[in-house]
């Protein structure tokens, strides 16, 4: 492959989530274009996006009906301010998200990207109950293991050290609860022990600090940064109920998990048991696939009663947060152009059927003595690879070994995951898991057969 493209990029870019010492010893593919779950690099090389370009890309590059769309938009409205102003894209993403909702979250603020709509949603929640009297209530509670992003109010929601620990004298104070992860189960626990087990913990914070707790924020369902903690539906709804008695807001962060990535367009909508009505939370924000990989979007979709708190003669009790690019048309045009293709195709549906395609496709690695904790939800998979096969600099490895391999994949610490497209056939589904099998050994210097599991705790 051509270098120009990133010794170039090398001088010029300051990538992000990269340590810029070693990329250049192991510098960056120049992609020069993208069809379905496949990049092209300068030397006409193709990568499959297992990752989803960091899991925003739902139904693969330059695809053709959101393309269409964009096309249609540019000639129309590229963009407007949303201040005192408003556009049809924008108002129709709100309609039918709040739709999707039932109605129960039937506002809709913009962002434009993921750290934003989080601090939108705790900016949020802390004016709502400084509007409704309760100025003392300023405190936020996260689970361990979270990630919430990486602006500083995001980053204090956040408990992934890397990202974390160099900015904590700049953070806000937040209180840090047991993760649901049902990696963390004792012997003869399930998931949903576990979920109660962490709920419990909640449940006495809140006893003593719900005078002072304006919100509990959380990644329904998958932890994502953290390396893909997945845990019981029953933490949702034991959440639900702790921050009703309390009166304690309740976050969705769906950045990661929405539009259909666990198996229900949004992951809340599993919190609810089967026949039961739906449960939803205060606030929930959505990002990355909203707009299926083409344009920065967020937004956080609002209870009536936390809008209602804000409307008053003095302009200081309104929302007064702003960005330049809120509501941009374009790209409210694509999330409209996803939502279509949504309904049109029945992907939840196509989903269901993927995922088991290649949950079977992946059988093999369930019993393979070098890994430990396979894990599936809805379109997310995960493994995690024993320490002691792991090695030094893993996902590095991991990452250079896949390229040699056609594919496009980044694990986070020693947690292998994919999150691939909206396109799985079982061909596709078929090589997929030939290829991580065969990066696995590639990266572990061969297949290890007949071994004994190494002796690890649970939560390793």
Sequence with gaps: MSVDLAHRSLRAVWHPCTQMQRAAQYPPLGILSGQGPWLFDESGHRYFDANSSWWVNLFGHADARINAALKDQLDRLPHVMLAGCTHAPAVELAERLSTLTGGVLGHCFFGSDGASAVEIALKMSFHFWRNSGHPAKQEFVCLRQSYHGETLGALAVTDVAVFRDVYDPLLMRAHQVMS??????APGESPTDVALRAAQELKILFETRHNRIAALILEPLVQGATGMAMHDPAYLRAARALCDEYQVHLIADE????YGRTGTFFAFEQAALPGDMPIWPDLLCLSKGISGGYLPLSLVLSRDAVYGAFLDDDVARGFLHSHSYTGNALACRAALAVLDRFEEDQVLQAN?????????ALTPLRDDPRI????QTGMIW??????AFAGSRFAERFHLAGRARELLIRPIGRTVYLMPPYLLDASMSAWLAKQVSSTLD?????PLLDVDRPSEPATA
Excluded: K, M, N, Y
């Design 372 to 375: 430990q904790h396979f894990r």
């Design 180 to 185: 649901p992860d049902a990696r963390q189960a």
């Design 352 to 360: 269901r059927q993927r995922a088991t395609i290649l949950s079977d």
């Design 442 to 446: 590639d990266v572990l210097q061969g």
């Design 255 to 258: 950045i990661a998990v929405g």
């Design 382 to 387: 995960a493994f995690d690879v024993r320490e």
